[in-house]
């Protein structure tokens, strides 16, 4: 199923390489989920191609990476994280002749790029899998409790809700922590750790900068796979360690992983990363998984479940530094992603907010990840009729909705699929594609329609219509990114709070003040410096600054 490039030589490396202090330390990383980003081919679903001629958009836009999810071959039962060749590309999404293509333009632009990897689980489509003698070895069968077996082996739960447990038809039942169409790997198995290996020089011999390691959380499992004793398991993710998440095993697979990357590397002087999405239950054992030996970033999903207020930021921001900082890595801060709410929605439904979110975010010491759209303030789309539904989670009815009230704090989520902000859960609101332009649906997304649904009041939500407008929320990411990358003292190094009303988070970094205001109102303070740039307008009368009601500023000093 592998295949072949019509030109096989090595891709241009990007610029800045060398072990150094580390590009990913402050590096903006832009997620492009491919099959909603850009469409080439009229099919309705975005693709390589694609992506590829919208890469001077994101050169424009100023970040400094690109991460693109899963566009391997796969049936699609999980969005492509149910990868059955991990060395081929989808046909929905191209060949891998436009994997090499994309790579290459986006070397040429002085973009990184970094793909994901899945290693929890593969497809039931694998042939791995498909064969039943290997797959034995490879994936993890028990037989099942009760009289005839007829009982799954444990109590665990898929994080799609129902048993983690399927029978197959010879009477065993494997493990599946996801859908069933995902059986989880077997890493007590030395052959599963040279495939992936393998799977990963395969794609750095392809010029890729890195790996977004996925469920990096979750790859060992606690030995004799005990009970957890009752059930709702998914609302405990993130909250606590639990038998298939967050074990101490995994980390002896990143520390291999590190190993491959720097020898990789430093063999072609330049800096290939992993990151993880691991959820762990606080930041110190996050931090565990940026040890100087481990992998180089971890997603800090506390700061994406923070709430929108004072106290509640800065202790997450306070422990996430602490945290990150005694291991002496960077941390990672995200507010979206394609597993959550997107953050206008959730922070109650208000772009100020998600505004300030951003600028806020832009402003803490670290690297950060934004995910396609956020740049544009589009809301989850939550009115998408069933029918057109594709997560494996609604249809395994096993989301706890619970919604939480509008920017009330969401607590841990689960692995993946964090609720929030009066949603239904479902991961289908925060991935319609991308407005690009035009006035009606499909926005510019490609030649044909688009596989969900787009709103029909989108028309002033396109990339057209927000470029140049210096109002629009495209216009405030880009010259925020273009501030990040001009002042030193933005990005990697010291932070410090400074006394700030209720309510108003103040603190410094070199040369520059951060304020963010997270009540619903105005508030005002002596005027810290001149503004740079405020996610809503600032007024400085009689050395008197007004910050409105959920805003950021930054301000030179
Ligand atoms: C990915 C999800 C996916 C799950 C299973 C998550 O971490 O981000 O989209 O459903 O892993 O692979």
């Given at each position: 199923m592998t295949q072949e490039l019509t030109s096989p030589s090595p891709a241009p490396q990007a610029p800045g390489t060398g072990r150094g202090p580390g590009w990913w330390r402050d590096a903006v990383i832009y997620q492009v989920y491919v099959r909603s980003?850009?469409?080439?081919?009229?099919?309705g679903i975005g693709d390589l191609r694609g992506a590829r001629e919208r890469l001077p958009y994101l050169k424009d836009l100023g970040v400094d990476a690109v991460w693109l999810t899963p566009f391997y071959a796969s049936p699609q039962a999980d969005g492509g994280y149910?990868?059955?060749?991990?060395?081929a590309v989808d046909p929905l999404f191209g060949t891998l002749q436009d994997a090499d293509d994309l790579i290459r333009t986006a070397h040429d632009l002085g973009l990184r790029v970094i793909v994901d990897i899945v290693p929890n689980h593969t497809s039931d489509r694998h042939p791995w899998f498909q064969d039943p003698a290997l797959a034995r070895q490879r994936y993890i069968f028990r037989p099942g409790k009760g009289e005839s077996g007829e009982l799954p082996p444990n109590d665990w739960e898929s994080v799609f809700g129902g048993p983690a447990w399927a029978r197959t038809d010879r009477g065993d039942w494997y493990l599946h922590l996801f859908a069933p169409e995902q059986p989880d790997l077997n890493w007590d198995n030395p052959e599963v750790h040279t495939e992936f290996e393998a799977i990963m020089r395969f794609w750095l011999d392809l010029g890729v900068d890195g790996f977004r390691i996925?469920?990096?959380?979750?790859m060992i499992k606690a030995p004799g796979l005990p009970d957890i004793g009752h059930g709702a398991q998914a609302q405990l993710i993130g909250a606590q360690v639990l038998p298939f998440f967050d074990q101490d095993g995994v980390h002896a697979i990143h520390r291999a992983w590190r190993r491959l990357l720097d020898g990789y590397g430093d063999a072609r002087g330049k800096q290939v990363i992993g990151v993880a999405e691991a959820w762990a239950p606080t930041a110190e054992r996050l931090a565990l998984y940026v040890r100087p030996d481990e992998l180089h970033q971890a997603f800090n999903f506390q700061f994406l479940n923070a709430p929108w207020q004072a106290d509640g930021l800065r202790s997450v921001i306070d422990a996430s530094l602490a945290a990150t900082a005694s291991v002496g890595a960077p941390t990672t801060w995200v507010?979206?992603?394609?597993?959550?709410?997107r953050h206008t929605t959730r922070l109650g439904g208000s772009l100020a907010r998600a505004r300030a979110a951003t600028l806020l975010m832009l402003a803490l010491p670290g690297s950060a990840y934004l995910y396609q759209g956020e740049e544009l303030g589009l809301p989850e789309v939550?009115?998408?009729?069933?029918?057109?539904?594709?997560?494996?989670a609604f249809f395994r009815g096993g989301r706890e909705t619970g919604p939480a009230g509008p920017g009330t704090d969401t607590e841990s989520a689960p692995d993946g699929v964090a609720t929030a902000g009066g949603q239904d859960g479902f991961r289908d609101g925060c991935r319609v594609p991308l407005p690009w332009s035009g006035e009606l649906p499909p926005y510019g997304f490609g030649p044909g329609g688009s596989w969900l649904p787009q709103p029909a009041d989108w028309g002033g939500l396109t990339v057209a219509a927000q470029t140049g407008d210096p109002a629009s929320t495209l216009e405030l990411y880009r010259t925020a990114l273009e501030l990040r990358r001009r002042l030193p003292g933005l990005g990697d190094g010291p932070m410090s709070w400074a006394p700030a009303p209720d309510g108003v988070l103040a603190f410094t970094r070199p040369g520059l003040l951060c304020t963010v205001n997270t009540l619903g109102h105005d508030v005002g303070l002596p005027a810290p410096g001149t503004p740079l740039l405020s996610s809503a307008p600032v007024t400085v009368d009689d050395a008197t600054a007004r910050l409105p009601g959920d805003s950021c500023t930054w301000w030179a000093i």
């Open positions: 980003f850009a469409d080439s081919d009229g099919d149910d990868v059955a060749d991990y060395r996925d469920v990096a959380h979750g507010l979206s992603n394609h597993d959550v709410v939550t009115d998408l009729p069933d029918e057109v539904r594709q997560d494996p």
